[in-house]
């Protein structure tokens, strides 16, 4: 019998995010198992696994679990180098078009696309997502305008994107895709992923339409489905990998001490573990899970606030 694929992702469809990790797997030509979670919280399941952090998608390799598509891509480069999505020649110029489209314009599509979809979308969706920035559940008319006070921010951007495809060059960097395709695609992608109501929006740039097309044909690898304990008992199965060893700065706590991790814009749910690396951008706490036994969970520095435990 052959093993499994290493690669468990958790993850639900219409996660743009999610759709960026997906994209990433069959770019490389990737197997993989695709553990469904819920959309809202709570997700005990997940949060076996991560300790509190309940963002979409996270990667699990036995008892390692990835937090945020930055550092998933990092991880799935380093294990699977060819073809290369993060190239180090253009690791900077990727980083900036990562954020930007990931942050502004990102926000945007989002407002816009769930206040005019409403009505296909889980009832208790949108009173998840304000929780998750502290705020209280929008009614409908307030969905509405956001909406429409998001579109202009929507099409002020667009056209930014077709201008990055303006010589003919088929990727955004240039003659091979990069992360920067990935990323700029998927709030792209969110814009109709539920319904064709927003497809006018793409409709006069010819160069999206084909650079889309073309994103799209990687696929999503070969992925078969797992269910969630199953990812709990290979978690508890494993050992965490072993750590390389760690650059601290003097500021950091130390190494071994308890920590709390917590995203710095949404979805603020602290993770505390004992500090087992810190690199130059990743941070690694080691936690003890009745469910999942001993896991590493992995974050990004950047985008993520760390602090000794209270
Ligand atoms: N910076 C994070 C952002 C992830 C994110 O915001 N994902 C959305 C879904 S597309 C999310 O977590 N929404 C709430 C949820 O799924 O519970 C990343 O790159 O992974």
């Known amino acids: 019998m052959t093993a499994p694929p290493e690669l468990i992702l958790h993850h639900y469809d219409f996660s743009n995010f999610a759709e960026k990790v ?58 699977h ?42 009832a208790n969706l949108q009173a998840d997502r304000s929780a998750m920035r502290g705020l209280p559940p929008p009614d409908e008319a307030t969905m509405r305008r956001a909406a429409l006070r998001n579109a202009p921010l929507v099409r002020a951007q667009i056209p930014a994107v077709e201008a990055m495809l303006a010589d003919g060059r088929p990727w955004i960097l240039g003659n091979a895709p990069t992360a920067a395709d990935l ?24 160069r999206i339409a084909a650079w889309m097309a073309r994103v799209r044909d990687f696929g999503h690898g070969d992925v078969e489905p797992m269910a969630a304990e199953q990812a709990i008992a290979i978690a508890r199965a494993a050992r965490p990998l072993p750590m ?35 690199g130059p951008d990743e941070l690694a706490l080691r936690r003890e899970d009745p469910r999942a036994g001993t896991v590493v969970v992995h974050f990004p520095r950047l985008g993520y606030d760390l602090r000794p435990a209270r």
């Open 22 to 79: 997906r994209l990433a797997l069959g770019f490389k030509g990737l197997a993989w198992r695709g553990v469904t979670i819920p959309a809202v919280a709570p997700k005990p399941e997940l949060t076996a696994l991560t300790g509190g952090y309940r963002r979409t998608p996270v990667l699990q390799t036995g008892a390692d679990i990835w937090c945020d598509t930055r550092l998933i891509l990092r991880e799935l480069e380093r294990r």
């Open 81 to 122: 180098p060819a073809p290369a999505l993060l190239p180090a020649a253009l690791l900077t110029q990727i980083d900036a078009l990562v954020y930007w489209a990931e942050n502004r314009l990102m926000r945007p599509i989002t407002l816009y696309a769930s206040g005019m979809n409403g009505d296909v979308l889980p």
């Open 183 to 206: 990323a700029v695609y998927h709030p792209l992608w969110f814009l109709t992923a539920r319904t064709q109501r927003l497809a006018f929006e793409l409709e006069p740039f010819g």
């Open 244 to 278: 390389p060893p760690s650059a601290l700065h003097p500021e950091d706590p130390p190494l071994g001490s308890t920590v709390r991790i917590r995203a710095d814009d949404n979805g603020q749910e602290v993770v505390s573990g004992e500090l087992v690396f810190a």
